[in-house]
């Protein structure tokens, strides 16, 4: 089963979530999306085994053999490359390593080179119980305007028979599309607040157009208003856990130590959670 825990905007709570989840979680698999600022290393604290390079197909253009005709450019969805004059230009930050021009080109003048946007970490991380939790994280190389193909690449490593834990980035933007696509559930994480309440919205008409069942973790739950229960019976969401804002849970964060780690009854709530979300995909 993969699960991917997300939210529609930042600060909510999502990668404490994530987390906790997978330290309950037998034969769980942590996989940190959020590429471009993954944390969740710091609350698992894995041991890196391996270490991947992830890079992107680039065009790259044979002046000898290209006869200026402009089809690669019409072809480029990205606006990657541009006939100037009678020479073909290429912008390589705009390029999303699709190979159209390659295909495309009558003269057969483009090839691909390959241009490094990040890289992906892997390993273990302790869990309950003295159990082992498998660890992979993407991380984007800085100035990398593109996240995607990294988060692909890193969502391959998924491991049948096992239950994935997908952390998503914030928002509702292409990077937490490509997360949640091919999930089984996804989890959104909000907080009582009517700024929380609007990105919920937003983030569950993305699950709801993907066709992906969903339920909700409120974080802070004692400090908001009920806005968000109102929202989730109108519109049939189960709330599946509730987290009170409490100081020591927040102390511990600060300190980058997981709940469940140092408090029991956060640990059952949370093994509560785990059954709950295989009651709800059964469902």
Request: aromatic share 6%; hydrophobic share 40%.
């Amino acid at each position: 089963m993969i699960v991917t825990v997300a939210s529609g905007k930042g600060g909510t709570g999502k990668t404490t979530v994530a987390t906790n989840l997978a330290l309950v979680s037998p034969e769980a698999q942590y996989i940190d999306c959020d590429v471009e600022e993954p944390n969740g290393h710091l609350f698992l604290k894995p041991e890196i085994e391996r270490e991947l390079e992830v890079d992107l197909p680039i065009p790259r253009i044979d002046t000898e053999k290209c006869t200026a005709c402009g089809d690669c450019a019409k072809a480029c969805e990205f606006n990657a490359l541009a006939l100037v004059g009678k020479k073909v230009m290429a912008f390589p930050d705009l390029c999303h390593g699709c190979g159209a021009c390659v295909f495309i080109c009558p003269e057969k003048a483009i090839s691909e080179s390959s241009k490094i946007i990040g890289r992906i970490e892997t390993g273990k991380a302790p869990a309950l119980g003295g159990s082992e939790l498998e660890f992979a994280h993407g991380v984007s190389k800085i100035g990398n305007p593109l996240t995607p193909p990294i988060i692909k690449r890193v969502k391959k490593l998924a491991r049948d028979g096992r239950f994935v834990i997908m952390d998503s980035p914030p928002g509702t933007s292409c990077p937490m599309v490509q997360t949640l696509l091919g999930s089984d559930y996804c989890l959104f994480v909000t907080e009582p607040t009517p700024f929380g309440l609007n990105d919920l919205e937003l983030a569950v008409g993305v699950a709801r157009q993907l066709e992906i069942p969903c339920g909700i973790v409120i974080n802070r739950a004692d400090s908001g208003d009920e806005r968000i229960h109102r929202y989730c019976e109108r519109e049939r969401i189960p709330v599946l856990l509730e987290i009170p804002f409490d100081r020591d849970l927040a102390f511990a964060y600060s300190k980058g130590e997981a709940a469940v780690m140092m408090n029991s009854e956060m640990a059952v709530k949370f093994k509560e959670l785990y059954q709950r979300i295989f009651e709800e995909v059964g469902r």
